[in-house]
């Protein structure tokens, strides 16, 4: 039985279409830059926002319609809704997901318990793989709803918590494994705190790079070759969240030797809750060699609050396409939709809805990327600009091979330096040319 029956597969139509069901940036195999669209967006939709989130917020209930689901958890419920989601994929034409593992199997009673049912869910995932063609992007293990995880989960205080989220951990990248995920996450959930007046930070980042190497030593031991990724975020839940940004993680991994083992998986209201732009997060992971997946999502920079909204920015979307063809584009990451519908959309058929907005405005994004990257004026000044570092000096010091008292001789008897206009403005009007 069908959830979605009056839904039929999502066709691009271009441009001109007024067909709301329809795609009309997002055109699967069209060639950008010789790479099909679907190629350079390996679009994903995450299992815990379209299956599972109610669109409650801190005032009210969930208002979400989901008829095929009968509000139990249920091991039959989540059998079941792995179909919807299959479904939805199929109309929406979206080959990759992401799930936690508590999203897509019940918690049960016991640890035992639990992962007997992710067991019997994956089981199911991948019978609809197999039939589907879909793919899993990244699995993840959900170490911040249940009480236990309060105060932490790898950076808790207390060592059965953190034995507790380590099984929890192994048997996540097992499964993840089991369904050919290309990768595997790890949001820091409440890895964090809210005061130090009772928090032991050294200790509590030992802890957590020590849950991290062990992942690492199991990936290897049952020959998981998926991408492990660690996903910045600043604040919320806790006060001081360890990852806040990529600076803050890529430090952290080069501190604990972990840097051959992660990239991050950067999403856009996170970075916007640092403080950043995503082109800044993501030029910082890139340069370091560690821009892996996205969350593709957006905020409102006036609220403050991971609002989680689809993408519908052209400009934002833009920006992050040029940062990812600038690295040669994904290996094992994707634009995972880690979005939700606003409490008011509250119809299954605004799942179809949001993932087409989302899609389209990354399509646009991808074309006029393309089309500046082809026009190449921006570059092309960024070139020029430090065109003085081409001359037999700049390429000493880049080198390392001067000293203080070699630069004071070049530069004494020099005239005053010069400095030219970085033209901000023009550059923009020229960005906006493309718009
Ligand atoms: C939370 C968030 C998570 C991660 C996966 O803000 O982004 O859903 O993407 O755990
Ligand atoms: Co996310």
């Not at 801190?58 to 249920?74: C, I, K, L, R, Y």
Request: charge should be negative.
């Amino acid at each position: 039985m069908s959830a979605f029956p009056d839904i039929s597969k999502i066709e691009y139509e271009g441009p001109d279409s007024k067909n709301l069901l329809a795609f009309k940036h997002y055109n699967p195999d069209e060639l950008v830059e010789g790479k099909a669209m679907k190629d350079h967006l390996r679009f994903a939709s995450p299992y815990w926002h379209t299956m599972r989130n109610p669109l409650s917020d801190p005032f009210g209930v969930g208002t979400a319609q989901m008829p095929w689901d009968d509000g139990t958890e249920s091991l039959e419920n989540a059998k079941h809704r792995v179909g919807v989601f299959f479904e939805f994929l199929e109309k929406i034409g979206i080959d990759y997901y992401c799930f936690h593992d508590r999203d897509v199997a019940p918690e049960g009673a016991t640890l035992t318990e639990s992962n007997a049912n992710l067991d019997a869910i994956a089981e199911v995932l991948e019978s609809y793989q197999q039939s589907t063609g879909k793919k899993l992007l990244w699995g993840t293990a959900c170490l911040f709803t249940n009480h236990r995880y309060g105060q932490g989960a790898a950076t808790s205080p207390e060592l059965d918590v953190f034995a507790y989220a380590a099984a929890q951990v192994k048997k996540a990248i097992e499964v993840t494994h089991r369904l050919g995920g290309e990768g595997y996450t790890f949001w820091g959930g409440r890895e964090g705190y809210s005061t130090l007046l009772n928090t032991n930070m050294k200790r509590e980042l030992d802890h957590l790079a020590a849950l991290l190497h062990m992942a690492v030593a199991f990936k290897q031991e049952i020959g998981f070759d998926g991408q492990f990724y660690i996903e910045p975020k600043p604040k919320e839940p806790t006060t001081h969240q360890y990852d806040s940004d990529s600076a803050a993680c890529l430090n952290f991994l080069r501190q604990y030797d972990l840097m051959d083992h992660f990239k991050l998986n950067l999403e856009t209201n996170h970075a916007e809750l640092a403080g950043h732009t995503m082109q800044h997060e993501m030029r910082v992971a890139a340069d370091a060699g560690a821009l892996g997946s996205v969350d593709a999502n957006s905020g409102t920079e006036f609220i403050g609050w991971d609002t989680d909204e689809f993408p519908t920015n052209i400009y934002g979307t833009t920006t992050i396409m040029l940062e990812l063809m600038r690295m040669g584009g994904f290996t094992t990451g994707g634009l995972n939709f880690d979005a939700k519908r606003r409490r008011d959309s509250f119809e299954p058929v605004d799942l179809f809805h949001s993932h087409i907005a989302g899609m389209d405005t990354f399509a646009r994004g991808l074309k006029i990327a393309a089309a500046i990257r082809a026009d190449g004026r921006i570059e092309e000044f960024v070139t020029d600009r430090y065109s003085s570092w081409d001359s037999e000096m700049g390429a000493r010091v880049e080198g390392g091979q001067v000293s203080l008292a070699d630069l004071e001789a070049y530069i004494i008897g020099r005239e005053e330096p010069t400095i030219r206009s970085g033209r901000q403005e023009v550059l923009e009007s020229i960005f906006n040319q493309f718009i």
